[in-house]
């Protein structure tokens, strides 16, 4: 017996799409990751470059999670305040602004 799921089909065809994107990225790094950690998370990082310019990418070894980012989405960083972090962190693997119409999940009846 083995489970399926509505959209299954879907999600393994992104799961390929982001793993041949992030390979591309990887064959372009320049110089050695940098790793960061703590009892709570690791991160390694990495300079990219793209036919658009370098790119920092973000990676969370643990999750498998990742983001590449451009200089001016790393600056928007800096303009932030911690209450945006936190509210980043309080919902884990979701957006902070969400796509679509979606609902936060955090405010949602998820």
């Known amino acids: 017996m083995s489970l399926h799921w509505e959209g299954e089909q879907e ?3 992104a799961a390929r799409r982001a793993a041949a994107a992030r390979e591309e990225l ?3 790094a320049v110089g050695e990751p940098i790793t960061v950690a703590n009892e709570f998370a ?3 990082v990495r300079r990219v470059n793209t036919r658009n310019g370098s790119r920092l990418l973000v990676e969370s070894p643990k999750s498998g999670q990742w983001v590449a980012l451009c200089p001016l989405e790393l600056e928007a960083l800096t ?3 911690t209450a945006t972090f936190s ?3 309080g919902n884990p693997f979701g957006p902070l602004v969400p796509d ?3 609902t936060p999940a955090a405010d949602s009846d998820r």
């Open 26 to 28: 990887l064959e372009h």
């Open 100 to 102: 679509d119409g979606e």
């Open 11 to 13: 999600d393994a065809a």
């Open 87 to 89: 509210a980043m962190v």
């Open 42 to 44: 690791e991160v390694r």
């Open 79 to 81: 303009w932030q305040n």
